[in-house]
Every structure is written in C-alpha cells, then in structure tokens.
C-alpha cells in the first residue's frame, strides 16, 4: 500500500499535524485546538487575529444575492451586510498563523468566494475547511446547501480541500430533541463516500447523547472522517456528554469548537486548562 505523503500546509492537511508540525500544540489530541467562532466583520476578526485560537471559522453570504452578481461578505443571518468582504478578510487572515473554516449558507456565494481563495492559495499555506449544510437533520427547518452543486464547485477549484458537511439542526428547550438518525448518517456516508479528500462532520453537542451509536458508525466508514462538535448559544448539554463522546471516540477525530462557560470548563476537565 502506497504512503500518501501531504505538504506541510497544503489545505487537506489533517489540522492537527499541521499545528504539531509547526510547534503550535504538544499531542494528537483534537481538544488541543482552540476555535473562534464567528470572526466576521472587522472587530471580530481583528480580535480572532489577536487571540490563541488556531482556527477561525467565518461564514460568507453574497451581497446583493438577489440580482446574481454581488460580493461576497462576511455575515451570518439574519445579518445580510458587514463592514468586511471575504477579500479583505483573506487580507487580513493570510498574514497570520491561523487555519480557516469558511461556513456558506447558500451556493450563490460559493463560487466568487472560490475565485477569491484562488487568487491567494499559494500565500496560505495552512489548514483550509470549506462548510456547507447539505442535508436536513434533527430538528432542522433552514433550507440545505444543494449537495452535489456544492461539491461539484469547491472541488472544481480545489480537489483537495477539506470538506466540512453538516446537516441543518435545530434545538428546543423543554421538549424532546431527536438525535441524528441511521437515515442521517447513512445518506452522508453514502455522499461522502463517492469523495476522496478529508471530510468533518459538524455535530451539535446538545444532540450528541441521542446519536452516539450513530455518529460511531459514521466515523468508522473511513479514516478521512472525523467530528466537529459545536453549540448553539442558546443550546442546553452537560460537559459529561462531551466527557463520554472524549472517552468513545478515537481523540485525534475530534474538535471542539464550543462556547463558554462550557468551553472553559471542559478544558479544565481533561487538564487543558488550570
């Protein structure tokens, strides 16, 4: 079986070899990764810059989306404007440190954004992952990202690239939230399976208890495959269920990008943090 041997830097680059290899974290752990959530319009993404995440996730919408030929920018809904385009966002970004996650929310913005990276792929010589919410999930009522119009566009630039493909969610207080289900997950993994480059799968942490056996599965379908736990702010989980998803799940196939307090406290936990 032949080795497959990837650049330091090069945007399918697992992120925690990557941050290993250039002395940034100390074990294969994906705990060890800290995230900024949300580095959008200028203040933001000034403080992302100057903060000790490792990876910044933004999200893109087209201005103008409506008449077919606006700019992309720098905003998540039911934000439609921002004082930052995505170009002067990768300005910004491409002299610092820090991977990226760009986050879309419909493909009218996908392809100028493509452009846009294109123009600077050779400056950013680090962990690059492109999400999308291509399937309905738990709970979930936004519209999805068209799967294969999606894939067909990132990878027609960037057959590499890391994909991060997620399913809308929703979360409810004081009534019963439905986990990921087999048809979920199996309809992903047949997606997935046809791709070739690493792919992440962002989980909602308050979801995770209801979906173990399932998410299990998923992982266990190819070594290109990991998690990305996030929250939403409202959301309501126990530190334990990330405890429990910490002690199943392999360590190096799991990032946490979470909020605080939970955040603090779960570093703490598993002696990231005194």
């Known amino acids: 079986m ?3 041997i990837i ?3 090069a945007w399918s680059e697992n992120i925690l070899d ?5 002395n940034q974290i100390k074990t294969k752990d994906g705990a060890e990764i800290i995230w900024y959530h949300a580095a959008n319009n200028k203040s933001q993404m000034k403080e992302a810059i100057q903060s000790a995440a490792h990876m910044l996730e933004a999200d893109i919408l ?9 700019e992309p920018i720098m905003a998540h809904p039911p934000e439609t404007n921002s004082d930052n385009t995505l170009q002067e966002w990768l300005n910004e970004i491409v002299n610092t440190k820090k991977g990226i996650k760009l986050d ?3 493909l009218a913005a ?3 954004s493509m452009r846009l990276l294109e123009g600077i792929k050779l400056h950013l010589k680090r962990p690059v992952w492109i999400n999308a919410d291509i399937l309905p999930g738990p709970n979930g009522s936004n519209a999805v990202v068209d799967a294969k119009t999606f894939l067909d566009t990132v990878t027609s630039f960037f057959p590499d690239v890391t994909l991060s493909l997620g399913w809308t969610t929703g979360w409810h207080p004081h009534q019963c939230n439905k986990g990921y289900s087999w048809a979920m997950v199996k309809e992903m993994a047949e997606i997935c399976g046809a791709l070739t480059q690493p792919v992440t799968f962002p989980v909602r942490a308050s979801l995770l208890q209801q979906s173990k056996s399932e998410l ?3 992982l266990q379908k190819s070594n290109r495959y990991s998690l990305t736990v996030w929250t939403g702010r409202q959301d309501e989980y126990f530190i334990e269920d990330l405890l429990y998803i910490r002690d199943t799940f392999d360590k190096s196939r799991v990032y ?4 605080e307090p939970q955040k603090s406290e779960f570093r703490k936990a598993i002696g990231l943090e005194a």
């Open 256 to 259: 946490y990008d979470i909020l």
């Open 2 to 4: 032949t080795a497959i």
């Open 216 to 218: 299990l599965w998923l």
């Open 104 to 106: 879309f929310k419909s």
């Open 110 to 112: 996908v392809q100028p």
């Open 7 to 9: 650049d330091i830097g």
């Open 62 to 70: 087209l201005c103008g989306e409506e008449e077919g030929n606006g």
């Open 18 to 22: 990557y941050f290993l290899n250039t």
